[in-house]
Protein backbone atom coordinates (compact mmCIF):
# COMPACT_ATOMS: atom_id res chain seq x y z
CA UNK A 1 0.00 0.00 0.00
CA UNK A 2 2.64 2.39 1.33
CA UNK A 3 5.07 1.50 -2.28
CA UNK A 4 1.44 1.98 -4.27
CA UNK A 5 1.06 5.28 -3.07
CA UNK A 6 4.64 6.35 -3.52
CA UNK A 7 4.47 4.98 -6.67
CA UNK A 8 0.99 7.34 -7.71
CA UNK A 9 3.22 10.91 -6.32
CA UNK A 10 5.86 9.92 -8.59
CA UNK A 11 3.36 9.13 -11.27
CA UNK A 12 1.56 12.63 -10.69
CA UNK A 13 4.89 14.34 -10.62
CA UNK A 14 5.94 13.24 -13.87
CA UNK A 15 2.87 13.75 -15.77
CA UNK A 16 3.57 17.69 -14.45
CA UNK A 17 6.68 17.86 -15.80
CA UNK A 18 5.80 16.54 -18.47
CA UNK A 19 3.22 18.77 -19.54
CA UNK A 20 5.68 21.57 -18.81
CA UNK A 21 7.53 20.41 -21.85
CA UNK A 22 5.55 18.33 -23.95
CA UNK A 23 2.32 19.59 -24.27
CA UNK A 24 2.61 20.40 -27.78
CA UNK A 25 3.38 17.30 -29.22
CA UNK A 26 3.85 13.71 -27.90
CA UNK A 27 2.15 12.15 -25.03
CA UNK A 28 3.66 10.57 -22.32
CA UNK A 29 4.78 7.31 -22.16
CA UNK A 30 4.53 4.11 -20.34
CA UNK A 31 8.13 5.02 -18.18
CA UNK A 32 7.13 6.23 -14.82
CA UNK A 33 3.36 5.78 -15.75
CA UNK A 34 1.12 3.69 -13.63
CA UNK A 35 2.19 0.71 -16.38
CA UNK A 36 5.59 0.98 -15.22
CA UNK A 37 6.18 -1.50 -12.51
CA UNK A 38 9.94 -1.46 -12.35
CA UNK A 39 10.11 0.63 -9.34
CA UNK A 40 8.93 -2.19 -7.28
CA UNK A 41 11.35 -4.35 -7.63
CA UNK A 42 15.35 -5.01 -7.30
CA UNK A 43 15.62 -7.75 -10.07
CA UNK A 44 15.41 -5.96 -13.03
CA UNK A 45 14.75 -2.12 -14.14
CA UNK A 46 13.13 -3.25 -17.24
CA UNK A 47 9.73 -1.64 -18.21
CA UNK A 48 8.23 -3.09 -21.16
CA UNK A 49 8.97 -6.82 -19.73
CA UNK A 50 5.91 -7.03 -17.12
CA UNK A 51 3.83 -6.51 -20.53
CA UNK A 52 5.96 -7.77 -23.55
CA UNK A 53 8.67 -10.00 -24.22
CA UNK A 54 10.47 -10.08 -27.82
CA UNK A 55 10.02 -14.15 -28.03
CA UNK A 56 7.52 -16.69 -27.39
CA UNK A 57 4.86 -14.48 -26.39
CA UNK A 58 1.32 -15.86 -25.51
CA UNK A 59 -1.00 -15.87 -28.35
CA UNK A 60 -3.02 -19.15 -27.05
CA UNK A 61 -6.51 -16.86 -26.39
CA UNK A 62 -5.69 -13.75 -28.22
CA UNK A 63 -4.34 -11.97 -30.76
CA UNK A 64 -1.65 -9.67 -28.49
CA UNK A 65 1.58 -8.35 -29.62
CA UNK A 66 4.29 -10.23 -28.09
CA UNK A 67 2.64 -10.76 -24.74
CA UNK A 68 4.40 -11.64 -21.86
CA UNK A 69 2.12 -13.07 -19.59
CA UNK A 70 -0.05 -15.93 -19.20
CA UNK A 71 -3.78 -15.72 -20.48
CA UNK A 72 -6.90 -16.45 -18.46
CA UNK A 73 -9.37 -18.74 -20.71
CA UNK A 74 -12.17 -16.33 -21.99
CA UNK A 75 -14.54 -18.98 -19.99
CA UNK A 76 -13.45 -17.64 -17.00
CA UNK A 77 -15.00 -14.29 -17.51
CA UNK A 78 -18.73 -13.70 -16.51
CA UNK A 79 -20.15 -11.06 -19.55
CA UNK A 80 -21.81 -8.33 -19.93
CA UNK A 81 -24.82 -9.78 -22.05
CA UNK A 82 -25.59 -11.92 -19.14
CA UNK A 83 -27.23 -8.83 -17.22
CA UNK A 84 -29.96 -9.96 -20.13
CA UNK A 85 -30.73 -6.22 -21.05
CA UNK A 86 -33.71 -5.42 -23.55
CA UNK A 87 -31.25 -2.47 -24.96
CA UNK A 88 -27.95 -4.51 -26.23
CA UNK A 89 -27.22 -5.02 -29.81
CA UNK A 90 -24.17 -6.40 -30.26
CA UNK A 91 -23.00 -10.14 -30.84
CA UNK A 92 -20.02 -10.86 -28.31
CA UNK A 93 -16.94 -12.37 -29.74
CA UNK A 94 -14.74 -14.61 -26.75
CA UNK A 95 -13.14 -12.10 -24.15
CA UNK A 96 -10.11 -12.10 -26.60
CA UNK A 97 -7.71 -9.85 -28.04
CA UNK A 98 -6.52 -6.60 -26.18
CA UNK A 99 -9.09 -7.05 -23.51
CA UNK A 100 -8.12 -10.41 -22.12
CA UNK A 101 -4.29 -9.43 -22.39
CA UNK A 102 -5.49 -5.96 -19.79
CA UNK A 103 -7.39 -8.92 -17.90
CA UNK A 104 -4.13 -10.63 -16.79
CA UNK A 105 -3.01 -8.25 -14.15
CA UNK A 106 -6.63 -6.11 -14.30
CA UNK A 107 -8.66 -9.62 -13.01
CA UNK A 108 -6.72 -9.81 -9.88
CA UNK A 109 -5.95 -13.53 -10.73
CA UNK A 110 -2.37 -13.48 -10.66
CA UNK A 111 0.74 -11.72 -9.42
CA UNK A 112 1.71 -8.75 -11.53
CA UNK A 113 5.17 -9.96 -12.44
CA UNK A 114 4.10 -13.29 -13.51
CA UNK A 115 6.33 -13.20 -16.96
CA UNK A 116 6.46 -16.16 -19.86
CA UNK A 117 10.36 -14.90 -20.55
CA UNK A 118 12.23 -13.67 -17.48
CA UNK A 119 14.46 -10.71 -18.11
CA UNK A 120 18.00 -12.53 -18.83
CA UNK A 121 19.47 -16.20 -19.78
CA UNK A 122 17.01 -19.39 -19.11
CA UNK A 123 14.30 -17.60 -18.19
CA UNK A 124 11.38 -18.95 -20.50
CA UNK A 125 8.49 -21.06 -18.68
CA UNK A 126 5.55 -20.77 -20.91
CA UNK A 127 3.98 -21.37 -17.76
CA UNK A 128 5.05 -17.99 -15.92
CA UNK A 129 7.36 -17.38 -13.56
CA UNK A 130 7.42 -13.96 -10.78
CA UNK A 131 10.06 -11.77 -10.93
CA UNK A 132 10.07 -11.06 -7.88
CA UNK A 133 7.73 -13.33 -5.09
CA UNK A 134 6.75 -11.49 -2.12
CA UNK A 135 7.36 -8.05 -3.96
CA UNK A 136 4.58 -7.51 -6.35
CA UNK A 137 1.56 -9.27 -5.64
CA UNK A 138 -2.03 -9.51 -7.64
CA UNK A 139 -4.15 -6.24 -8.35
CA UNK A 140 -5.58 -5.38 -5.45
CA UNK A 141 -8.84 -3.32 -4.56
CA UNK A 142 -7.78 0.15 -3.92
CA UNK A 143 -6.22 2.10 -5.26
CA UNK A 144 -7.34 1.30 -8.45
CA UNK A 145 -10.27 -0.49 -9.21
CA UNK A 146 -9.52 -4.17 -9.65
CA UNK A 147 -12.33 -5.58 -11.97
CA UNK A 148 -12.37 -8.89 -11.17
CA UNK A 149 -13.50 -11.69 -13.82
CA UNK A 150 -17.02 -10.93 -13.01
CA UNK A 151 -17.22 -8.06 -16.48
CA UNK A 152 -21.22 -7.36 -16.08
CA UNK A 153 -20.59 -4.16 -14.35
CA UNK A 154 -18.11 -2.83 -16.66
CA UNK A 155 -18.42 -1.50 -20.41
CA UNK A 156 -18.89 -4.14 -22.78
CA UNK A 157 -15.67 -5.58 -24.53
CA UNK A 158 -15.16 -8.16 -27.13
CA UNK A 159 -18.78 -6.81 -28.50
CA UNK A 160 -19.20 -6.08 -32.55
CA UNK A 161 -19.65 -2.82 -32.39
CA UNK A 162 -23.36 -1.00 -33.37
CA UNK A 163 -24.86 -4.35 -33.63
CA UNK A 164 -22.97 -4.93 -36.65
CA UNK A 165 -23.37 -3.42 -40.37
CA UNK A 166 -19.44 -3.31 -41.14
CA UNK A 167 -17.35 -6.13 -41.88
CA UNK A 168 -14.08 -6.91 -44.19
CA UNK A 169 -16.11 -6.94 -47.67
CA UNK A 170 -16.69 -3.06 -47.21
CA UNK A 171 -14.61 -0.74 -49.23
CA UNK A 172 -11.63 1.38 -47.48
CA UNK A 173 -13.29 5.05 -46.61
CA UNK A 174 -16.05 5.36 -43.72
CA UNK A 175 -18.73 2.22 -43.47
CA UNK A 176 -21.74 2.91 -44.92
CA UNK A 177 -24.08 0.53 -43.11
CA UNK A 178 -26.63 -0.11 -42.43
CA UNK A 179 -25.14 -0.26 -38.99
CA UNK A 180 -27.30 -2.70 -36.77
CA UNK A 181 -27.82 -0.28 -33.67
CA UNK A 182 -27.89 3.42 -35.68
CA UNK A 183 -27.33 5.25 -32.34
CA UNK A 184 -23.62 4.96 -33.48
CA UNK A 185 -21.04 6.78 -35.50
CA UNK A 186 -19.87 4.87 -38.17
CA UNK A 187 -16.04 4.03 -38.50
CA UNK A 188 -13.75 4.74 -40.87
CA UNK A 189 -11.52 1.19 -42.64
CA UNK A 190 -8.49 0.84 -43.62
CA UNK A 191 -6.40 -2.20 -45.45
CA UNK A 192 -2.70 -3.10 -44.24
CA UNK A 193 -1.39 -5.72 -45.40
CA UNK A 194 -4.71 -7.04 -47.21
CA UNK A 195 -6.80 -7.31 -43.42
CA UNK A 196 -9.20 -4.88 -42.30
CA UNK A 197 -7.81 -2.29 -39.79
CA UNK A 198 -10.85 0.31 -38.30
CA UNK A 199 -11.00 3.24 -36.30
CA UNK A 200 -13.86 5.85 -34.94
CA UNK A 201 -12.08 8.94 -35.92
CA UNK A 202 -12.48 11.06 -33.01
CA UNK A 203 -12.85 15.38 -32.95
CA UNK A 204 -9.14 15.47 -31.88
CA UNK A 205 -6.80 15.55 -34.70
CA UNK A 206 -7.17 15.69 -38.92
CA UNK A 207 -10.55 14.03 -39.85
CA UNK A 208 -10.40 10.92 -42.09
CA UNK A 209 -6.54 10.27 -41.05
CA UNK A 210 -5.97 7.52 -38.32
CA UNK A 211 -4.35 8.74 -35.39
CA UNK A 212 -3.02 7.49 -31.74
CA UNK A 213 -6.26 10.16 -30.75
CA UNK A 214 -8.86 7.75 -32.54
CA UNK A 215 -10.07 4.55 -31.30
CA UNK A 216 -9.11 1.53 -32.64
CA UNK A 217 -11.89 -0.96 -33.25
CA UNK A 218 -10.13 -4.77 -33.40
CA UNK A 219 -10.97 -6.54 -36.07
CA UNK A 220 -12.19 -10.39 -35.05
CA UNK A 221 -13.50 -13.26 -37.08
CA UNK A 222 -14.87 -14.97 -33.89
CA UNK A 223 -17.98 -12.88 -33.12
CA UNK A 224 -20.38 -14.60 -32.62
CA UNK A 225 -22.18 -16.17 -35.38
CA UNK A 226 -20.24 -14.26 -38.35
CA UNK A 227 -18.37 -16.00 -40.76
CA UNK A 228 -16.76 -12.33 -42.03
CA UNK A 229 -14.25 -10.37 -40.13
CA UNK A 230 -15.63 -7.66 -37.74
CA UNK A 231 -14.83 -4.51 -35.87
CA UNK A 232 -15.28 -5.23 -31.93
CA UNK A 233 -14.74 -2.67 -28.98
CA UNK A 234 -11.99 -3.71 -26.60
CA UNK A 235 -10.25 -1.98 -23.68
CA UNK A 236 -7.81 -0.68 -26.04
CA UNK A 237 -10.56 1.31 -28.18
CA UNK A 238 -10.65 3.48 -24.80
CA UNK A 239 -7.41 3.42 -22.97
CA UNK A 240 -3.48 3.52 -24.71
CA UNK A 241 -1.54 1.16 -22.31
CA UNK A 242 1.53 3.15 -22.93
CA UNK A 243 0.22 6.70 -22.21
CA UNK A 244 0.57 7.61 -18.70
CA UNK A 245 -0.48 11.51 -19.26
CA UNK A 246 -3.48 12.59 -17.14
CA UNK A 247 -5.55 13.67 -20.02
CA UNK A 248 -8.89 15.69 -19.04
CA UNK A 249 -7.82 17.63 -16.21
CA UNK A 250 -8.66 17.18 -12.47
CA UNK A 251 -10.28 13.38 -11.51
CA UNK A 252 -9.43 12.13 -14.68
CA UNK A 253 -7.01 8.70 -15.06
CA UNK A 254 -4.33 7.60 -17.11
CA UNK A 255 -4.12 5.80 -20.26
CA UNK A 256 -6.83 7.22 -21.95
CA UNK A 257 -7.02 7.87 -25.89
CA UNK A 258 -8.23 10.95 -25.85
CA UNK A 259 -9.34 13.13 -22.79
CA UNK A 260 -12.96 11.97 -21.62
CA UNK A 261 -13.69 16.04 -20.87
CA UNK A 262 -17.49 16.32 -21.65
CA UNK A 263 -17.63 12.69 -22.22
CA UNK A 264 -15.88 13.00 -25.28
CA UNK A 265 -14.86 9.45 -25.72
CA UNK A 266 -18.33 7.94 -24.96
CA UNK A 267 -19.52 10.48 -28.10
CA UNK A 268 -17.14 9.97 -30.02
CA UNK A 269 -18.95 5.95 -30.72
CA UNK A 270 -22.32 6.64 -29.24
CA UNK A 271 -24.55 8.99 -30.47
CA UNK A 272 -26.72 10.87 -27.34
C1 LIG B 1 1.11 -2.64 -18.88
C2 LIG B 1 1.38 -3.41 -20.06
C3 LIG B 1 2.30 -2.85 -21.09
C4 LIG B 1 3.56 -2.32 -20.93
C5 LIG B 1 4.33 -2.13 -19.63
C6 LIG B 1 4.06 -2.03 -22.24
N1 LIG B 1 3.12 -2.34 -23.17
FE1 LIG B 1 3.32 -2.24 -25.18
N2 LIG B 1 1.42 -2.92 -25.44
C7 LIG B 1 0.59 -3.30 -24.42
C8 LIG B 1 -0.68 -3.68 -24.99
C9 LIG B 1 -1.89 -4.15 -24.22
C10 LIG B 1 -0.58 -3.50 -26.38
C11 LIG B 1 -1.68 -3.65 -27.43
C12 LIG B 1 -2.23 -2.26 -27.59
C13 LIG B 1 -3.30 -2.08 -28.61
O1 LIG B 1 -3.94 -3.04 -29.03
O2 LIG B 1 -3.56 -0.92 -28.98
C14 LIG B 1 0.76 -3.03 -26.63
C15 LIG B 1 1.27 -2.74 -27.90
C16 LIG B 1 2.55 -2.35 -28.14
C17 LIG B 1 3.07 -2.06 -29.45
C18 LIG B 1 2.29 -2.12 -30.75
C19 LIG B 1 1.22 -1.08 -30.80
C20 LIG B 1 1.73 0.32 -30.82
O3 LIG B 1 1.26 1.12 -29.99
O4 LIG B 1 2.61 0.66 -31.64
C21 LIG B 1 4.36 -1.71 -29.29
C22 LIG B 1 5.34 -1.32 -30.37
C23 LIG B 1 4.65 -1.78 -27.87
N3 LIG B 1 3.54 -2.17 -27.20
C24 LIG B 1 5.88 -1.51 -27.30
C25 LIG B 1 6.13 -1.40 -25.95
C26 LIG B 1 7.42 -1.02 -25.36
C27 LIG B 1 8.66 -0.75 -26.16
C28 LIG B 1 7.24 -1.01 -24.00
C29 LIG B 1 8.24 -0.63 -22.92
C30 LIG B 1 8.86 0.67 -23.07
C31 LIG B 1 5.86 -1.38 -23.74
N4 LIG B 1 5.23 -1.59 -24.94
C32 LIG B 1 5.31 -1.51 -22.50
C33 LIG B 1 0.88 -3.31 -23.08
C34 LIG B 1 2.04 -2.85 -22.52
C1 LIG C 1 -15.23 2.58 -29.11
C2 LIG C 1 -16.66 2.80 -29.11
C3 LIG C 1 -17.33 3.06 -27.78
C4 LIG C 1 -16.96 3.99 -26.84
C5 LIG C 1 -15.79 4.94 -26.88
C6 LIG C 1 -17.93 3.90 -25.79
N1 LIG C 1 -18.83 2.94 -26.09
FE1 LIG C 1 -20.36 2.38 -24.91
N2 LIG C 1 -20.76 0.85 -26.14
C7 LIG C 1 -20.17 0.64 -27.36
C8 LIG C 1 -20.74 -0.55 -27.97
C9 LIG C 1 -20.40 -1.12 -29.33
C10 LIG C 1 -21.69 -1.04 -27.04
C11 LIG C 1 -22.61 -2.23 -27.22
C12 LIG C 1 -23.96 -1.65 -27.58
C13 LIG C 1 -24.94 -2.65 -28.12
O1 LIG C 1 -24.53 -3.63 -28.72
O2 LIG C 1 -26.17 -2.40 -27.97
C14 LIG C 1 -21.69 -0.13 -25.92
C15 LIG C 1 -22.50 -0.26 -24.81
C16 LIG C 1 -22.67 0.70 -23.86
C17 LIG C 1 -23.68 0.66 -22.83
C18 LIG C 1 -24.65 -0.48 -22.59
C19 LIG C 1 -25.77 -0.42 -23.59
C20 LIG C 1 -26.80 -1.49 -23.33
O3 LIG C 1 -27.68 -1.62 -24.20
O4 LIG C 1 -26.75 -2.18 -22.30
C21 LIG C 1 -23.56 1.82 -22.12
C22 LIG C 1 -24.42 2.26 -20.96
C23 LIG C 1 -22.43 2.55 -22.68
N3 LIG C 1 -21.94 1.84 -23.74
C24 LIG C 1 -21.97 3.75 -22.22
C25 LIG C 1 -20.76 4.30 -22.61
C26 LIG C 1 -20.11 5.37 -21.91
C27 LIG C 1 -20.66 6.07 -20.68
C28 LIG C 1 -18.98 5.63 -22.58
C29 LIG C 1 -17.89 6.60 -22.22
C30 LIG C 1 -17.25 6.38 -20.91
C31 LIG C 1 -18.92 4.70 -23.71
N4 LIG C 1 -20.02 3.93 -23.68
C32 LIG C 1 -17.91 4.69 -24.65
C33 LIG C 1 -19.18 1.39 -27.93
C34 LIG C 1 -18.51 2.40 -27.30
C1 LIG D 1 1.48 -5.86 -15.90
C2 LIG D 1 0.21 -5.59 -15.28
C3 LIG D 1 -0.77 -4.70 -16.01
C4 LIG D 1 -1.29 -4.87 -17.28
C5 LIG D 1 -1.01 -6.00 -18.26
C6 LIG D 1 -2.21 -3.79 -17.50
N1 LIG D 1 -2.25 -2.99 -16.39
FE1 LIG D 1 -3.37 -1.31 -16.14
N2 LIG D 1 -2.59 -1.01 -14.30
C7 LIG D 1 -1.63 -1.82 -13.71
C8 LIG D 1 -1.23 -1.22 -12.44
C9 LIG D 1 -0.20 -1.79 -11.50
C10 LIG D 1 -1.98 -0.04 -12.29
C11 LIG D 1 -1.92 0.95 -11.15
C12 LIG D 1 -2.61 0.38 -9.95
C13 LIG D 1 -2.58 1.33 -8.77
O1 LIG D 1 -1.99 2.40 -8.83
O2 LIG D 1 -3.21 0.96 -7.79
C14 LIG D 1 -2.82 0.06 -13.48
C15 LIG D 1 -3.71 1.09 -13.69
C16 LIG D 1 -4.51 1.21 -14.81
C17 LIG D 1 -5.49 2.25 -15.03
C18 LIG D 1 -5.85 3.35 -14.06
C19 LIG D 1 -4.98 4.55 -14.21
C20 LIG D 1 -5.36 5.65 -13.26
O3 LIG D 1 -4.98 6.80 -13.55
O4 LIG D 1 -6.04 5.40 -12.25
C21 LIG D 1 -6.06 2.01 -16.24
C22 LIG D 1 -7.10 2.85 -16.92
C23 LIG D 1 -5.45 0.81 -16.78
N3 LIG D 1 -4.51 0.36 -15.89
C24 LIG D 1 -5.81 0.24 -17.96
C25 LIG D 1 -5.20 -0.87 -18.52
C26 LIG D 1 -5.50 -1.40 -19.83
C27 LIG D 1 -6.59 -0.87 -20.72
C28 LIG D 1 -4.68 -2.44 -20.05
C29 LIG D 1 -4.52 -3.24 -21.34
C30 LIG D 1 -4.41 -2.43 -22.55
C31 LIG D 1 -3.86 -2.61 -18.86
N4 LIG D 1 -4.20 -1.62 -17.97
C32 LIG D 1 -2.92 -3.60 -18.66
C33 LIG D 1 -1.12 -3.00 -14.21
C34 LIG D 1 -1.38 -3.51 -15.46
C1 LIG E 1 -15.79 2.22 -23.85
C2 LIG E 1 -14.61 2.76 -23.26
C3 LIG E 1 -13.87 1.90 -22.28
C4 LIG E 1 -13.59 0.56 -22.38
C5 LIG E 1 -13.98 -0.40 -23.48
C6 LIG E 1 -12.82 0.24 -21.21
N1 LIG E 1 -12.64 1.34 -20.41
FE1 LIG E 1 -11.57 1.46 -18.69
N2 LIG E 1 -12.18 3.38 -18.44
C7 LIG E 1 -12.83 4.12 -19.39
C8 LIG E 1 -12.96 5.46 -18.91
C9 LIG E 1 -13.62 6.62 -19.65
C10 LIG E 1 -12.37 5.49 -17.63
C11 LIG E 1 -12.24 6.69 -16.67
C12 LIG E 1 -13.33 6.63 -15.65
C13 LIG E 1 -13.15 7.70 -14.61
O1 LIG E 1 -12.75 8.82 -14.96
O2 LIG E 1 -13.39 7.39 -13.45
C14 LIG E 1 -11.88 4.16 -17.37
C15 LIG E 1 -11.24 3.76 -16.19
C16 LIG E 1 -10.57 2.56 -16.04
C17 LIG E 1 -9.80 2.19 -14.88
C18 LIG E 1 -9.57 3.04 -13.65
C19 LIG E 1 -10.50 2.65 -12.53
C20 LIG E 1 -11.89 3.08 -12.74
O3 LIG E 1 -12.79 2.20 -12.80
O4 LIG E 1 -12.14 4.28 -12.84
C21 LIG E 1 -9.30 0.94 -15.12
C22 LIG E 1 -8.42 0.13 -14.19
C23 LIG E 1 -9.77 0.54 -16.43
N3 LIG E 1 -10.54 1.54 -16.95
C24 LIG E 1 -9.42 -0.64 -17.04
C25 LIG E 1 -10.07 -1.14 -18.18
C26 LIG E 1 -9.91 -2.47 -18.69
C27 LIG E 1 -8.98 -3.51 -18.12
C28 LIG E 1 -10.76 -2.59 -19.74
C29 LIG E 1 -11.07 -3.83 -20.55
C30 LIG E 1 -11.49 -5.00 -19.77
C31 LIG E 1 -11.41 -1.30 -19.93
N4 LIG E 1 -10.97 -0.45 -18.95
C32 LIG E 1 -12.32 -1.02 -20.93
C33 LIG E 1 -13.30 3.68 -20.61
C34 LIG E 1 -13.26 2.38 -21.04
Not at 64 to 70: E, G, I, R, S, Y
Amino acid sequence: MMRAMVKKSIGAVGTAIFAIFAFNNASATVVGSFHDLSPFTANTTAVCVFCHTPHGGDTSFAAVPLWNKVLNAPGAYTRYSSLLLPTLDGAEAPVGSVSIACLSCHDGTQAMDVVINLPGSYGYNAAGTQIDVGAIGPMGSPPVRNLGTDLTNDHPISIQYAGGGCDDSDADGTCVGPLGDPDFNFPEKTTINGNPVWWIDTSVGVAGVREKTDLPLYARADVAGSSVIEPTVECGSCHDPHDGQTTGGPGSVQFLRISNAGSEVCVSCHIK
